[in-house]
DNA sequence: GGTACATGCGCC
DNA sequence: AAATGGCGCATGTACC
């Protein structure tokens, strides 16, 4: 079976945009949702696009009419290199309506462009904003007001919806001119190439889904919900009909009936919010110390209860009406242009619910843990698998550090949340008072890396970790220092991997503290580890795996999730590894000019369900081919 | 009745 | 004056 990458997945992808040959367009559509293509009650109203060769317009087109009729357009994309559009992810999964092959077809997104021309910096990408900025002008008034308006778009007058439509696409077209020039003169294109592959793979796994299992669903929101209606009969012989959902409800009776003394922190201050009210959130609840037998009864109601309270709100009602009412799948949105890292984001699609007002939505990047045992596949033949890059931050940490002992780690495999045990242990921290290094690993975990995203803790053990951290990594501290005292020179910098970051105006104090330190030092690892080299790894998963039964439906910034046939789970696993770590190494040096050394490794679980699997296969791959194997339980 | 903000909390 | 980074969503509160 064919698993190669298509040519434009490498600098053929780049050379694609330098030859200029491409479709722009743009499609107005009915606006349930926004227009969504996976809405199925909507529909294209008018698609108006140009066919440019060498950097001339040579066509310029429209039809009036839905999927069915957009023909001539797939054959226009069929015969250039690229299509350009402003928010492309939204063009690309109507042309699949249309029936174009979502594998075949690379894009230059106006939005992403903006994105990456503007590093961290949070301007509007809208495309009126984008023109505005590009002095191209605004959008023609009357269309314009009709969709600010919201008027339905088949009812706008043809005479002004198609010269609106021909405008986004002629604004889209000059802005794409303009980045591109931009991109090379900043040095930018390697980057502005990752974020267009992305965009297309994303649009494809948005269309699939998320599963969930029905029994397992209902189970779990029946017993929450009965034990906390019992919890909530307890509470209210207590405390009477106060909300618990306010804080400051909550805040009153606990700190004024009850009693209880406000905590204080590490400082010895009492634990209060911002704006001096009473804190309620789950650290300060946690310190709370009864003396008496109501408060301890209340406490231990009230936080189990709280406990259900957030998981049925957020999680289980919104997974029982989909198992109810939508035969268990429901959709996600993956957001890029939206992070400073240039990370994802994700959000919910909203449904709506019988019986409920409003509607609710999750999204896919924060499902508690406890609940991905309740995603599964469609069908008894398929299994669930996630492969994950192992401990990604932390090795390219090393890897951007060029810090010798942190790879030596790497390569050894050495067991380094057993050092911090050890570090807190002997540093008296009182978490760790009595305990073994085994018995204090767990919960060593916590503080492994906060020092890597600049966290100096707050114990006086967790400051002795931190310092003995930047001492033994001294390669990442100085690093990180050293990007930090760029910043101060000139307000940005550049990362290794060519990524633009901005913090104007940043300054030293005289004690020689540099403002933003800590999102100084954690921008360029959070977004060389999850801004690109997942996005690189699910290119190169999504196109390999085309002609596999295999189909991946999330990414969580450092794993890809797929629902897998059973005959094809050996491919899977091989197919896991290639593409978390050699595909990587590839990828960066062909088109990043980016040689990594540290040694990538993947983690990869097949089961049933999501992340049920006991086992986990580990593989670490080095950019000459070594590999390693383990079999971790 | 709507919007904006604050708070709290889930994930990596 | 802030000293762990990055997000999105639900709820309550304040305000118009």
């Not at 910043?487 to 940005?492: A, N, P, S």
């Not at 390999?544 to 189909?551: E, G, V």
């Amino acid at each position: 079976m064919d698993t190669n990458l298509p040519s434009f997945v490498g600098p053929q992808g780049i050379e694609n945009y330098l030859n200029l040959s491409f479709v722009s367009l743009d499609f107005e559509t009915t606006n349930l949702e926004k227009g969504s293509a996976l809405n199925k009650d909507n529909d294209i109203v008018l698609a108006c696009w140009t066919v440019n060769r060498n950097g001339q317009e040579v066509k310029r087109r429209h039809i009036w009419g839905d999927e069915l009729t957009m023909q001539p357009l797939l054959d226009d994309i069929a015969s250039t290199d690229f299509v350009v559009a402003h928010n492309a992810k939204f063009e690309l999964q109507w042309l699949e309506r249309c029936g174009l092959d979502l594998y075949d077809v690379q894009v230059w997104d106006t939005m992403l462009g903006e994105w990456v021309l503007h590093g961290n910096q949070k301007v509007p990408f809208n495309l009126e904003a984008t023109s505005q900025r590009y002095n191209l002008g605004g959008k023609t008034p009357l269309g314009a007001m009709c969709i600010k308006m919201g008027m339905a778009t088949q009812d706008i007058p043809v005479s002004w919806l198609q010269p609106y439509c021909y405008q986004d696409v002629d604004l889209a077209t000059n802005i794409f001119y303009d980045q591109l020039d931009r991109c090379q003169e900043k040095k930018l294109m390697h980057l502005m190439l990752v974020r267009n592959l992305t965009c297309v793979a994303l649009a494809y796994i948005e269309l699939q889904g998320c599963q969930l299992d029905r029994e397992k669903v209902i189970n779990a929101h029946q017993e929450a919900v009965t034990e906390m209606a019992e919890l909530e009969q307890k509470l209210i012989v207590m405390c009477g009909s106060i909300n618990l959902g306010s804080s400051k409800q909550l805040g009153e009776f606990l700190f004024e009936k009850l009693g209880f003394k406000i905590p204080l922190d590490h400082k010895k201050k009492p634990m209060l919010t911002a704006k001096g009210a009473y804190k309620t959130d789950k650290l300060t609840i946690s310190k709370l110390k009864s003396t008496n037998k109501e408060q301890e009864e209340f406490l231990a109601a009230y936080i189990r209860f709280n406990q259900l309270d957030a998981l049925v709100t957020k999680n289980l009602d919104f997974f029982k009406g989909v198992v109810s009412e939508y035969d268990g799948v429901f959709y996600g949105v993956f957001n890029q242009a939206q992070t400073g890292t240039h990370r994802l984001s994700s959000s919910g699609r909203k449904l709506k619910f019988a019986g409920k007002k409003k509607e609710s939505g999750a999204q896919l990047q924060n499902l508690p843990r406890q609940y991905k045992g309740m995603f599964t596949a469609h069908d008894d033949d398929y299994l669930i698998g996630e492969a994950d890059g192992a401990q990604l931050e932390f090795r390219v940490a090393a890897e951007l550090g060029g810090d010798k002992v942190a790879e030596a780690e790497i390569v050894a495999g050495a067991d380094i949340h057993s050092v911090t045990s050890s570090v807190m242990i002997e540093a008296g921290h009182p978490d760790f008072i009595g305990k073994s290094v085994k018995e204090g690993r767990q919960g060593a975990k916590a503080h492994t890396f906060a020092p890597m995203y600049g966290g100096n803790g707050k114990l006086p053990a967790e400051q002795a970790y931190a310092e003995f951290f930047k001492k033994k990594y001294h390669g990442i501290s100085g690093t990180q220092r050293s990007w930090c005292e760029q910043v101060v020179t000139r307000g940005w910098f550049t990362t290794p991997y060519g990524m633009r970051f901005y913090w104007p105006g940043t300054k030293m104090s005289r004690s020689g503290y540099i403002e933003n330190t800590t999102a100084i030092s954690n921008y360029p690892i959070q977004g060389f580890a999850t801004g690109e080299i997942i996005p690189i790894a699910l290119v190169a998963f999504w196109h390999r795996a085309r002609h596999l039964d295999i189909t991946v439906w999330n990414t969580i910034h450092d794993s890809l999730v797929s629902r897998v046939h059973k005959d094809c789970v050996d491919q899977y696993k091989e197919l896991s590894k290639q593409c978390l770590t050699t595909d990587v190494y590839n990828f960066l040096r062909d088109v990043y000019n980016y040689h990594f050394r540290v040694p990538l490794g993947v983690g990869v679980k097949v089961a049933k369900n999501w992340g049920a699997s006991k086992e986990e296969h580990v593989w670490s791959v080095w950019p000459d081919g070594k590999e390693t194997y383990e079999l971790k339980e």
